[in-house]
Nanobody, 118 residues
Framework: VQLQASGGGLVQAGDSLRLSCAGSGRTFSSYNMAWFRQAPGKEREFVAGISRTYPTYYADSVKGRFFISRDNTENTVYLQMNSLKPGDTAIYYC?????????????WGQGTQVTVSS
């Protein structure tokens, strides 16, 4: 599976952004999909995940503000980010997870930069 993330940019605190991650291959629907982020000087962290059967999971830091969804007909996973904060500034990566552990993706996208100014 090849993943291509897009949609990042520079926004102000309180704004919204929607990230997209387009996947290639007919097996996209068989993967759990996730978004991770890595801020400068910090380790990569899990942000949100959506399973093959659509249940969703979120990091506490983004619950109620970020929403993950997927469209298997378009091989795309989305991350709607609302009420953005400067602390959300990071490179955001999408990932395809074949197993049951979100922290062990099989495939990574190239990342898209999100910068939130105060």
């Amino acid at each position: 599976v090849q993943l291509q993330a897009s949609g990042g940019g520079l926004v102000q605190a309180g704004d919204s952004l929607r990230l997209s991650c387009a996947g290639s291959g007919r097996t996209f629907s068989s993967y759990n999909m996730a978004w991770f982020r890595q801020a400068p000087g910090k380790e990569r962290e899990f942000v949100a995940g959506i399973s093959r059967t659509y249940p969703t999971y979120y990091a506490d830091s983004v619950k109620g503000r970020f929403f993950i969804s997927r469209d298997n007909t378009e091989n795309t996973v989305y991350l709607q980010m609302n009420s953005l904060k400067p602390g959300d500034t990071a490179i955001y990566y999408c990932a395809a997870v074949g197993g049951s552990r979100w922290q062990s993706p099989d495939y990574w996208g190239q990342g898209t930069q999100v910068t939130v100014s105060s």
